[in-house]
């Protein structure tokens, strides 16, 4: 029915008719109207962040861990333009959420009023789509349709930015089936595949010799389901499965088929299975460049299926030769109904010579490394924590270098939704905000932010909010006193000169959770460590783990510039990498 | 540029541009709503593309529909990528590359302003005749044409206003429609 309301209370009423239970934000004057709504009522639970930036990531990280819509509240100015790194970051890696920003009083915009900013404008190519609400009969409408933009195709950021008279005018609220199908006529995602592309598509698959699934977020973003059937096409076919950074947990970690993750920091046999097959089927990835590496090189001989729900992913970087536009969940059970129909059996004659190859790539031990009984070994510590944590449901989260890298190869996810990365903005402070969020999602599980020690810097501050909310998480600082990654970068392309690469004057991380009233545990010896992730582990409260890792250990495996997938960096000769990289290599820009 | 800071690698991996750019006219159904044209815009500024000409207007009132005719230069897999990026753009309607499809009707409308006495004028009148360009200034020293055609038909016009005291132009940048009985 319909009912009289301020906008204010439009905006509360319309979270609580979304489902949205938590939202992420932090008041200022334009935004105090929906602040003080909010007060007013108990269905949804405001959790006040210290920085807007850390809103945004939480809200991404307690999107990715639900499937649900994250929510964040901001106010104009300097509120909207803190949220503009985490918009960014949703829209690289198809997040949805929904950034509720207030703005000055319709009457001055444009007049440089204190605090005013161009959200819009300034908002407008990292978001899927935003508004500007100038009336309030129209904010019940966009309010609805920005959820369904958000959640529906390609998932990603909508903002709406609200005026505040709009936010104390008295309008009329619909409900979203009172309002009916959006405004926007012209936004029709897909979601069924074409039949005949899908038929045509397991034709293929059931004549090649060296076939390979290439998945990505796109079955994360199509919900569990789509995991469920990713893995029962697998397991029909008996083909080998890689899968993206993001695409890490839609299928199991622990399954014979499973290849480890493929691109620049992937496995060897993922990535030489990518270069020599004959059929690529790649499943909601979008061919990023860490994943062709040249593009000239890049799988040259294969014919290429391409399952994406966004047209544009399609032929973007790599040309293909059968696309199918659609939801991949759906496509999934369209391709399993159709194999189903024409064969019962598994082509395990047919592929023993591929699978045989693909052994002796393993045998290589793309992951291995150098173990230590004085330093503790990144990759040893995250090991560890895997094994600490085996079994007991855990949601991992991590900031953007080497330990980003090391926890993709050596923590395996059985599940998706378990795995909070920044994968296409690769932005350092994701980890322990997304680590709130997720924590906020789910109140008794172990959520682990794997650090390092300069990305934590940005966005530690968050940790107060973690404290206020009694949310448990863990940060897991693999503390090299480097930016890891990019002194490998310049030990790789910049003969080895240092530039701004060290973490200097680092504070004492024990102290510093102390001083936030979190714990602090630090370790330093690979024979108390252990101990120091049961600790942790026991630990009913956030803690902040300082572990002092090795200081320049490289990661690796790695395709460097101006190679081809088939010549990746191993383990076993990389004492000096400054020399792996030819002339050719050095000639890119 | 010190020896050592010459570029010896990169982060990103480039390949050579195999294919060769094209010059196409796009027509773009949009919704009509505040900062569609700012979307469309900003789409091909940030990701590169070029614009050659671009002109907006509403075409259907009840139904909030404006027609954006776009003209670009771009390979052919850049094409197809400015055509499924706008696609994506929530308001867009559809995009329809109108070059591919065959020759499309091509018209532009221009206003140029010439200024000149004695003989000139004369040979002036005589050329804006033979373009079917109207007078629709004029003063004792000057005249304002409006000429439509496509766009060559304008630049040859202009070219040859120019010894004859050519003052300046003003283009309405490209209409363009599809010919027989298919709309978008
Ligand atoms: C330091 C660093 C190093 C990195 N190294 C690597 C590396 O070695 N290997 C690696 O894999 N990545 C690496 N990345 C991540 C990389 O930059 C990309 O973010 C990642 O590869 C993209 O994953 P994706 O292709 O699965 O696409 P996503 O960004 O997850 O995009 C999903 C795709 O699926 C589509 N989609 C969405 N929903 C659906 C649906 N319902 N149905 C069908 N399709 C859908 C989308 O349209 C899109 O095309 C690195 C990042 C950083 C920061
Ligand atoms: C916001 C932001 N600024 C800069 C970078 C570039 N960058 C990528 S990795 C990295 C170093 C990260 O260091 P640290 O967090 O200590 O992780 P490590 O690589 O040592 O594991 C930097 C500076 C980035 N990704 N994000």
């Known amino acids: 029915m319909a009912e009289q309301m301020t906008g204010a209370e439009m905006v509360v009423r319309a979270l609580a008719d979304q489902g949205v239970e938590h939202i992420f934000g932090y008041p200022g004057g334009a935004a105090l109207p929906i602040y003080d709504a909010m007060f007013q009522q108990d269905k949804v639970q405001h959790i006040l962040v210290r920085h807007e930036q850390g809103a945004g990531h939480m809200a991404e990280g307690y999107a990715r861990s639900t499937g649900k819509v994250g929510v964040v509240l901001v106010t104009s100015g300097p509120g909207a333009t803190n949220v503009v790194t985490p918009l960014t970051d949703a829209l690289m890696d198809s997040i949805p959420i929904v950034v509720i920003s207030a703005q000055v009083p319709t009457a001055l915009i444009g007049s440089d009023a204190f605090q005013e900013c161009d959200t819009v404008g300034i908002t407008r190519s990292c978001t899927k789509h935003n508004y500007l609400v100038k009336s309030v009969n129209d904010l019940p409408r966009v309010l609805h349709e920005a959820f369904h933009i958000a959640r529906s195709g390609r998932p990603g950021p909508v903002l709406v930015d609200i005026p505040k008279d709009v936010q104390f005018a008295m ?118 460049d860490r994943i062709t590496g040249r593009l000239d090189a890049f799988s040259p001989n294969s014919v290429k299926i391409h399952v994406d729900i966004d047209p544009s992913s399609i032929n973007k970087n790599v040309r293909i030769d059968l696309p199918i536009i659609g939801d991949c969940g759906l496509v999934l059970e369209e391709m399993v109904r159709i194999w189903r129909s024409k064969t019962n059996e598994p082509r395990t004659e047919a592929l023993a010579p591929w699978w045989e190859e693909i052994a002796g790539w393993r045998k290589r031990n793309s992951l291995g490394f150098r173990n230590s009984d004085t330093t503790i070994k990144p990759q040893h510590a995250i090991q560890r924590l895997y094994e600490a944590t085996k079994g007991r449901e855990v ?94 970068w310049q030990d790789l392309l910049h003969g080895s000169r240092y530039a701004h690469s ?43 783990f300082d572990v002092l ?20 960096i191993l383990p076993d000769f990389a004492e000096d990498i400054g020399s792996v990289i030819d002339a050719k290599g050095r000639q890119l820009v | 540029m010190n020896a050592h800071l010459q570029p010896s690698g990169s982060a990103y991996f480039l390949s050579a ?142 070219a040859l206003m120019v010894p004859l005291g050519l003052v300046e132009v003003v283009r309405t940048g490209l209409a363009a429609i599809s010919r027989g009985a298919e709309g978008m």
């Open chain 2, 17 to 158: 541009e195999t294919q060769k750019p094209e010059r196409h006219t796009l027509s773009v159904l949009v919704d009509n709503e505040p900062g569609i044209l700012a979307r469309i815009v900003g789409l091909f500024a940030a990701r590169g593309y070029n614009i050659d000409s671009l002109t907006v207007s509403e075409t259907e009132h009840e139904k909030h529909l404006s027609r954006i005719t776009v003209v670009t230069v771009a390979t052919p897999k850049v094409l197809l990528q400015i055509k499924l990026q706008l696609e994506r753009l929530v308001p867009v309607h559809k995009v329809y590359d109108l070059t591919a499809d065959g020759k499309a009707l091509e018209r532009e409308l221009a206003l140029v302003k010439v200024a000149g006495t004695g003989d000139q004028r004369v040979e002036t009148l005589r050329l804006a005749d033979a373009f079917r360009a109207q007078v629709v200034d004029a003063t004792t020293e000057s005249f304002v044409f409006e000429v439509t055609g496509k766009p060559s038909k304008i630049d040859s016009f202009i």
């Open chain 1, 549 to 568: 890792v090795e200081k320049d250990e490289n990661c690796l495996p790695m395709i460097p510039s101006g190679k081809p997938h088939n010549e990746m």
């Open chain 1, 395 to 488: 949601f991992i989260t991590t900031e953007v270098g080497q330990h980003q890298m090391w926890a993709a190869q050596h923590f395996h996810f059985e599940q998706p939704n378990r795995w909070m990365t920044s994968g296409g903005l690769g932005t350092m402070g994701y980890g322990l905000p997304a680590a709130v969020g997720v924590q906020v999602a789910h109140p008794d599980a172990v959520v682990i932010d794997i650090a390092g020690e300069a990305s934590v810097q940005m966005t530690m501050q968050e940790l107060s909010t973690a404290v206020q909310y009694r949310l448990p998480i863990k940060i897991f600082i693999l503390n090299n006193e480097r930016m890891g990654m990019v002194r490998q």
């Open chain 1, 502 to 544: 060290y973490s200097e004057s680092l504070p004492d991380f024990v102290k510093l959770a102390e001083a936030y009233g979190a714990k602090g545990i630090r370790c330093d010896d690979p024979a108390e460590l252990d101990a120091a992730i049961a600790a942790m582990l026991d630990h009913d409260g956030p803690v902040v």
């Open chain 1, 171 to 288: 309008g009329t609220y619909l409900t979203a089936d009172e309002i009916g199908t959006s405004r926007h006529k012209s936004y029709n995602p897909p979601s069924q595949g074409d039949s005949g592309a899908i038929a045509a598509a397991v034709d293929l698959m059931l004549k090649a010799r060296r076939p390979i699934f290439y998945t990505g977020g796109g079955v994360v973003n199509s919900g569990p389901e789509a995991s469920e059937t990713l893995r029962e096409l697998a397991e029909l076919t008996g083909f080998p499965v890689t899968s993206t950074l993001m695409g890490l947990g839609s299928f199991p970690g622990s399954h014979p088929q499973w290849m480890g993750m493929l691109g620049m920091h992937g496995t060897y046999e993922a990535n030489m299975a990518m270069h020599d097959c004959d059929l690529m089927i790649n499943i909601g990835a979008r061919f990023d």
